[in-house]
């Protein structure tokens, strides 16, 4: 599928980065994604962030340039070159958090190193696109951000193994920096199990460890969101109740296991876990992580509508996780096709103010609340 982009050849955007802003021209990109005008004049009057974004990943691997505009990749819409600078200021994002994910199966100092090297490495490339991209760190700097026409980028971490040689290497990320933090990843580390189905000989304990326990006070401590995405359901509650519950917990990008049964979704009960705190759900793209079946945009609605019904509006969000070894469903390719979501939710007669809570609002909500 084509992301539909270059119907056109006008751009716009400050010196450093050339596309078009398709938000200026509603009934087009309507026409071109097949949705209503109304949709896509509420997508372009809204907020629209995404709680994870991994393309740096392929930054540090192969050189993938941020800063250019790529097709899909190799495998088509399929594991990575799904977002980059342009096609995010194409499709409207104006914020995302933008993460750094470290290789497990690496001694912890070198983790350690090799994630302030990529944090610095990744504030260079998105200062060096500052006319359209700003670095920001709370709700107030993501509004001066959006009040300048620039895209809000925050900053993550994927796995919280990169800083568990010392956790007192908490203390050296610039005050700010990082938004939030899952604590683990893909693999089982000294601070927690993941929800990763690994066989029991490869994993050393289950839930949550006491050096686990003392990784959320330090992030607590520092205000950096605990994001409860991809650990297992039981250290997913020893979180929790060792977590500082004046501070909200996030799960940025995940499926819901009351649509569809999965090691890699949340339960009800742990979205009320999430919504008592005052916290918020990102949905993710993972086909095979929404259904059985072929997953559509319809799919990813289903998700954020038992999200609704469950724990009610505030609290679910879009998570894509775009460029995370994903496959995402076929009408959702890449990020320019977002508003497809949103026909979809008005299909369903949905009001106007859940779904700008959705696309964003709850998001910035959250973020208020710890960072200001």
């Known amino acids: 599928m084509k992301d539909g982009s270059e119907a056109r050849p006008s751009m716009a955007g400050a010196a450093s980065i050339a596309y078009r802003r398709w938000r200026d021209d509603p009934e087009a990109w309507a026409d071109a994604l097949g949705v209503s005008g109304e949709a896509t004049a509420l997508y372009a009057a809204s ?52 993460v750094i994910t470290t290789n497990p199966f690496k001694p912890a ?29 709370n709700r107030a700097e993501y509004e001066q951000a ?76 520092a205000k950096i969101f605990v994001d409860l995405a991809h650990i297992s359901r039981r250290a997913f509650f020893e979180v929790a109740a060792v977590h500082d519950p004046s501070q909200p917990l996030m799960v940025t990008h995940t499926g819901v296991a009351g649509v569809y049964e999965h090691w890699r979704n949340v339960t009800d009960e742990q979205l009320r876990v999430v919504a008592n705190t005052g916290g918020c759900v990102g949905v993710m793209l993972q086909d095979d992580f929404l259904t059985d079946r ?23 969000c879009l998570g894509t996780d775009y460029d995370g070894a994903i496959t995402p469903p076929a009408d959702l390719a890449t990020p320019w ?36």
């Open 294 to 316: 072929e997953a559509t945009a319809a799919t990813v609605v289903d998700h954020l509508a038992h999200i609704c019904d469950v724990v009610g509006d505030d609290v679910p």
């Open 109 to 137: 100092r070198w983790r350690r190193d090799a994630f302030f090297e990529n944090l610095a490495h990744l504030k260079s490339i998105l200062a060096s696109g500052a006319g359209d991209i700003a670095l920001v760190r």
């Open 47 to 98: 907020e629209v962030i995404d709680l994870h974004i991994d393309s740096f990943i392929w930054t540090r691997i192969f050189g993938y340039d941020l800063h250019r505009k790529h097709g899909l990749g190799l495998f088509g819409r399929r594991f990575y070159s799904q977002v980059d600078f342009p096609r995010a200021l194409e499709a409207g994002l104006t914020g995302a958090i933008w």
């Open 146 to 221: 959006r009040d300048s026409g620039r895209h809000g980028a925050f900053l993550g971490i994927q796995g919280g193994n990169c800083l568990d040689y010392d956790l007192s290497d908490i203390e050296r990320i610039p005050p700010g920096d990082i938004l939030r933090c899952t604590v683990v990843h893909l693999t089982t580390s000294s601070l927690g199990q993941t929800s990763t189905p690994l066989p029991r000989r490869l994993t050393r304990w289950d839930g949550l460890t006491d050096r686990g326990r003392e990784f959320i006070q330090r992030l607590n401590a």
């Open 337 to 372: 096709a977002l508003p497809r979501l949103v026909q979809e939710m008005l299909d369903r007669r949905w009001s106007p103010e859940r779904i700008q809570k959705i696309l964003g609002l709850n998001f910035l909500r959250v973020v208020e609340s710890l960072r200001g």
